[in-house]
Structures are given as C-alpha cells and as structure tokens.
C-alpha cells in the first residue's frame, strides 16, 4: 500500500484527485498507476484502470489470475466490474468512500454472486494516510477556489471604484 | 442501432464475441466500435468503453454530455460504470442479458440514486436482430470445439490402431 501511496501524491501534485493503485504478483509489483483523468481528459484514466491495462501489457494476457491489486480508495463501479473481468484475485482497499451506499454499489459487484468470478476483498489499509491524501487535496481545492473568488470580487470593486 | 449491429458483426468475422456500440450527438455518430477483447487480449476492451474512449477524443472533453449511447447487448458493471462516469445521457440497448440478475446489476448502476449522475435507459431496440448475431457466433464455437474434440479424438483412434 506504500507504493500506491506514492502514486498517490503524484497524482495530487499534477493537480488529479490523489489516488493510487499498485498490482502485486508473487510478491512482485507488475504495474503502477495514479489517477489521470484531468491529464488525459478521460472520465475513465483511473489509477485501479491504468494498473490493470498495464498489468496486462506486462503480463501479455488479458486475465490477471493470481494478482492483487492495492488501491489507496475504494474503488468505483466501473474499476470494480475492469477487477471482476480481469479476474483479479485479491482487492486491498486504503480508505473507503464516507457515503455507506457508493460502499455498498464497488462491494456488490466484486462479490456478487451472480458474476463468474469473485474477489476477496481487505479494506482499512493505511487508512488514515489514504483518507488524509484526499481531504487535504479537497480542502486546498476549495481554499484556491475561495481565494480565486475574492479576488474576482476585489477587481470587480476596483472596477466600480473607477467608474465612480 | 444499426450502425452498432453492423460493428457487432465486425467483431464476430474477427472472432470476437459480436457486441458493437454507437454513439450519437445532435443526431450524428461521433464514435463507433466493437468489442476487441482477444485482438487486444484486454478483458475490458468492451465496445462501450473503446465507443466512449473514441467520443472523448473526438470531443476534446472528458464528459459526453447530451450524448446517446447505442449497444447491441446489455453493457456489463463495467460499461455501466463507465458510463455514469462519461455522464452518457442515455442508453440504449439491443438485446438483454438471459439471466435476470446481471441484467439488474448494469440498470442499478446507470440508474442509481446514489451516484451523482443517472442515465435513461431504452432496451430490445432490434432485439431479436442483436441477440441471433450472439447465439449464432457461441452456437458455431461450440460446433467448432466439438468438431476439434471428434478430430482429436480420431487421431488418438489412428495411433491406437497403429501401435495395436
């Protein structure tokens, strides 16, 4: 979860939402990735989707048997249903989303019973880490965001001044 | 939907399992593709995800907005995901999964009230047409596998007979 981690705050220091995912096989890192959806402009370049398109690449096959994959955020429907195609074995979770129904959507999935293949899940790694990578990336969001606006509002007041 | 049955069967005389998807903006095909998944030898190179990826770059944007997505079968969690993501405004869909509770786990997803976005879904749009295009493709794989079992059988037949 350390390396995903680092993957993490690379992706907080190009400006994307800090997540990470590594996949580890045999004990091995085989791929790495952080979120790209602002560089890419793609609503899909999530880390958990970038590892595992490489992860194939490595691995020259389309099914990662055998393989686990740490993510430093719970992941999505869509990196959840990528994990069950992929027939990933083992899905390690950093932090988990704060809304109890999102939790409930990516868990369904990668345990459903009715997909032909399940996924055995571990969550609360490095929690605390996961979980501080994504607070303080939103709250200096929302800090450059208010400053941004008070400026807009002086210049717009030094704009009246003028005119008066 | 024709246009996604006409890449559906692209995909069948490559082999690959016959799904083909559309997309549509202002009444214009921005994106077209069929499923890739052995030529790429990637599980999630589904028809959907290449159609969105395409519309993406096609729109310089990460969202597809105002857009109709056309899929020949019922798109899979993944594809569902992807398309809430994509905030594809609506889908719509050949033919259905057999068994039911697939089915409903892709509607939950496009269609949840927890996710920030959802989708308008229409389904058995040339229904019958989409579903033969599947059927046949597995009925002729399983006459081909059976048909490689019967020569390897043969075979093994002849050189029993030789070494009697």
Known sequence: ??????????????????????????????ARAHNL??????????AEMIAMHRAETELGAKWLTGCTLYATLEPCA????????ARIERLCIGTMYRKRSEHGL???IVQSRELNHRIEVSSGIREEECGRLLSEFFRRKRAEKAAARRAAADENKQSEDVIR
Do not use: F, W
């Open 106 to 108: 990516a868990l369904d």
């Open 78 to 85: 869509m990196c959840a249903g990528a994990m069950v195609l």
């Open 1 to 30: 979860m350390d390396e995903a981690i680092r993957e993490a705050e690379i992706a907080a220091s190009e400006g994307e939402v800090p997540v990470g995912a590594v996949i580890v096989r045999d004990g091995e890192i085989i």
């Open 37 to 46: 959806v602002e560089t890419l402009e793609s609503s899909s370049a999530h």
